[in-house]
């Protein structure tokens, strides 16, 4: 389970509620995440949501939205994944939070639910991570990312032609 809790505490206080959710998930090792913007916000997550090229392969076959987060500047220069929709990492956020109706008219794709399954691809991970984070802020209990981003598929499909 996903839980989120932000608030302006001491880091005592917040060291405290990681030992507590530690204790309630009574797994050895549960990954917490505590980062400070003004205030301490602690994560608890289930295990990294990240996949292979050969999962993204299979879930592109199953028509799943595959969100390029990077530049459209980088697209344009570099090429993009079959399938996939440019949403800046930058955009992300308020993309997740549009009216149905708006996302479709703005990226050409129907908006995903809370409960679909969204991949999240950069160039090679880190901003495609960032985008899962804010994902599974916005809910997106489902969301994944393809850390090998587009180096690896680029990499991979040459391979295959070879």
């Known amino acids: 389970m996903f839980r989120a809790v932000s608030r302006s505490v001491s880091l005592w206080r917040a060291l405290r509620w990681v030992s507590a959710a530690q204790r309630e998930s009574r797994a ?3 990954p917490i995440f505590v980062t400070h913007h003004a205030t301490y916000r602690i994560l608890t997550a289930p295990p990294m949501h990240t996949i292979s090229y050969e999962e993204l392969k299979e879930l592109l076959e199953s028509h799943v939205l595959l969100i390029d987060v990077r530049e459209k ?11 996939s929709v440019n949403i800046p990492l930058r955009d992300l956020e308020n993309s997740l939070k ?3 109706d708006t996302f479709l008219e703005k990226y050409k794709v129907k908006m ?14 880190v901003r495609s991570k960032a985008a899962l984070d804010t994902a599974l802020l916005a809910g997106y209990s489902k969301a994944l990312h393809f850390p090998g981003g587009w180096e690896e598929w680029v990499k991979e499909e040459s391979e295959k032609k070879s």
């Open 112 to 125: 995903p639910s809370t409960k679909d399954k969204i991949v999240f691809s950069c160039l090679g991970g």
């Open 73 to 83: 500047s980088e697209i344009e220069e570099d090429g993009q994944i079959c399938g």
């Open 28 to 30: 050895s090792r549960v």
């Open 98 to 100: 549009m009216d149905p």
